[in-house]
């Protein structure tokens, strides 16, 4: 029966994979074979994240380059409805939570969602890139490494970050990320891995950063769904050896 009211449905709202538009799915499996390779390492592609206090850029782990069928597919989910997206985009991190546990150090962490703005989490229902900080705890703690959703990070103020460059979008966000107050004691002393859907400049990341460790926190590395390729169409990077330690 439940088969039979799927494609009852389907005749009434017909369904298309949000990715390569393959009709009667919502994410086919070739699509979700994209986001299944295991995290990689992608940081050299964000000019944003570069440190000037000499101590380094921050580790950054994608699945996908965001182009093509995957890059539809996450514009899909987040601008034009497509929720039913959440949770294979979940999966994807939960999977990739499980084969990351290892490149960790052996430390309790604290998984923190980069924030969207007020505007976007009210359009979206919320913010959706929760869904994806908790499928990479599950996956983490899954592999042994504990791991807890940390208390949401804020924007202020300011404008989404599409279509923005790479310096205005450092602009955008400078000073809006924060730590709320009431969970500043949550994050102090604790080791952090954020999480974001996609890495473009960084400048995001970079942000977060800033705000956790202006509440104490030691940031080990950021996760996302897709990272855009640079202007050259620079290839997935080679893995790397070095764990992130906190």
């Given at each position: 029966?439940?088969?039979?009211?799927?494609?009852?449905?389907?005749?009434?709202?017909?369904?298309?994979?949000?990715?390569?538009?393959?009709?009667?799915?919502?994410?086919?499996?070739?699509?979700?074979?994209?986001?299944?390779?295991?995290?990689?390492?992608?940081?050299?592609?964000?000019?944003?994240?570069?440190?000037?206090?000499?101590?380094?850029?921050?580790?950054?782990?994608?699945?996908?380059?965001?182009?093509?069928?995957?890059?539809?597919?996450?514009?899909?989910w987040k601008d034009r409805g497509r929720v039913?997206?959440?949770?294979?985009?979940?999966?994807?991190?939960?999977?990739?939570?499980?084969?990351?546990?290892?490149?960790?150090?052996?430390?309790?962490?604290?998984?923190?969602?980069?924030?969207?703005?007020?505007?976007?989490?009210?359009?979206?229902?919320?913010?959706?890139?929760?869904?994806?900080?908790?499928?990479?705890?599950?996956?983490?703690?899954?592999?042994?490494?504990?791991?807890?959703?940390?208390?949401?990070?804020?924007?202020?103020?300011?404008?989404?970050?599409?279509?923005?460059?790479?310096?205005?979008?450092?602009?955008?966000?400078?000073?809006?990320?924060?730590?709320?107050?009431?969970?500043?004691?949550?994050?102090?002393?604790?080791?952090?891995?954020?999480?974001?859907?996609?890495?473009?400049?960084?400048?995001?990341?970079?942000?977060?950063?800033?705000?956790?460790?202006?509440?104490?926190?030691?940031?080990?590395?950021?996760?996302?769904?897709?990272?855009?390729?640079?202007?050259?169409?620079?290839?997935?990077?080679?893995?790397?050896?070095?764990r992130a330690r906190g």
């Amino acid at each position: 029966m439940t088969g039979l009211a799927r494609e009852l449905l389907g005749l009434l709202v017909p369904v298309e994979c949000a990715g390569c538009g393959t009709q009667d799915v919502a994410w086919c499996p070739s699509c979700a074979a994209r986001l299944a390779g295991g995290p990689w390492r992608c940081e050299d592609r964000a000019p944003r994240l570069d440190r000037l206090d000499g101590r380094g850029t921050l580790p950054v782990w994608t699945l996908a380059d965001c182009s093509g069928d995957v890059r539809r597919a996450i514009v899909a989910w987040k601008d034009r409805g497509r929720v039913d997206l959440t949770a294979a985009f979940a999966a994807a991190l939960c999977a990739a939570g499980g084969a990351l546990a290892t490149d960790l150090a052996p430390v309790p962490l604290l998984v923190a969602a980069a924030p969207s703005t007020s505007a976007a989490r009210r359009r979206r229902g919320g913010n959706l890139v929760d869904a994806l900080a908790a499928g990479l705890g599950r996956g983490l703690s899954g592999a042994g490494l504990p791991a807890q959703p940390g208390a949401g990070l804020s924007r202020a103020r300011g404008h989404d970050q599409v279509g923005l460059g790479a310096r205005a979008r450092a602009r955008n966000l400078a000073g809006q990320v924060r730590v709320p107050e009431r969970a500043a004691g949550r994050y102090a002393g604790r080791t952090v891995l954020v999480v974001d859907d996609v890495l473009t400049t960084g400048a995001t990341i970079a942000a977060c950063r800033s705000a956790l460790e202006r509440a104490g926190a030691a940031v080990v590395g950021a996760v996302t769904l897709a990272s855009t390729p640079g202007p050259s169409g620079a290839p997935r990077l080679p893995p790397r050896p070095d764990r992130a330690r906190g």
